[in-house]
């Protein structure tokens, strides 16, 4: 029942936000492709850039789970180092365990992965890591932790299921799916990474609460 209450909640956020979350959001957003609720189908007045902006902020926090602190952290950080703000961003979340552990498929979801990292079933280079947020560096190896792998979660994943309903594998990743090792073998770049996002937009609204 936790489950399926799980997936109704996500498949709402799907359609209000105008992405699919997840693969089964995807399929139920393919079907009802317009926003949640008896109101769902009107024609909404124009939004202002300020609600615009606000959208696209929490699409881009949905995609990768995180709370609202840590996407601020995030923009701080991005502003500091050189470049274009908004791709920076989403270069430094691509770079979170659990993200990785999404795109190299050991999970389905997000949440998914999240739960496995913080379930210490995720190593990093031999050693468990149990924080989501934890940044991979080029190089680094992550895998499964031995014992987990006899989990049926992971048995699954070793077939390659979930690699199959997800986005194909990012040319940064190195994934051997039937061992359940992924290395990140470089920095990933903005057009490269499979997340939905005006990435200005979402500057444009840190920006404006500087």
């Given amino acids: ?22 693969p089964k959001a ?14 769902g189908r009107a024609r909404k007045k124009q939004d202002s850039n300020y609600a615009v902006q606000l959208r696209e902020k929490q699409r881009l926090r949905a995609q990768y789970n995180i709370r609202e602190a840590q996407m601020r ?13 908004g791709k920076n961003m989403i270069e430094i979340l691509e770079t979170r365990l659990d993200a990785l552990v999404l795109r190299a498929g050991f999970a389905r979801t997000i949440a ?21 947020s934890f940044k991979v560096k080029p190089g680094q190896l992550i895998h499964v932790h031995p014992k987990s792998e006899k989990m049926t979660p ?11 309903v997800l986005p194909d594998t990012p040319a940064y990743l190195n ?5 359940l090792h ?5 920095a990933p770049k903005r057009e490269e990474i499979p997340v939905t996002c005006e990435e200005q937009l979402v500057v444009e609204y840190y920006s404006r609460l500087a």
């Fill in 112 to 132: 998914q992965a999240r739960q496995a990292v913080v379930h210490r079933h995720i190593m990093v280079d031999g050693v468990r890591v149990d924080r989501p």
């Fill in 73 to 85: 952290r995030v923009y701080l950080e991005a502003k500091r180092i050189e470049g274009q703000t």
């Fill in 154 to 164: 992971f048995q699954v994943a070793a077939t390659g299921e979930h690699q199959a």
């Fill in 1 to 22: 029942m936790a489950n399926h209450n799980r997936t109704r909640r996500t498949v709402r956020q799907s359609r209000a936000l105008g992405i699919a979350l997840t």
């Fill in 182 to 186: 992924a290395k990140l073998e470089r």
């Fill in 26 to 39: 995807e399929k139920y957003f393919e079907r009802r492709p317009y926003g949640p609720g008896q109101h």
């Fill in 175 to 179: 994934v051997e799916i039937e061992k």
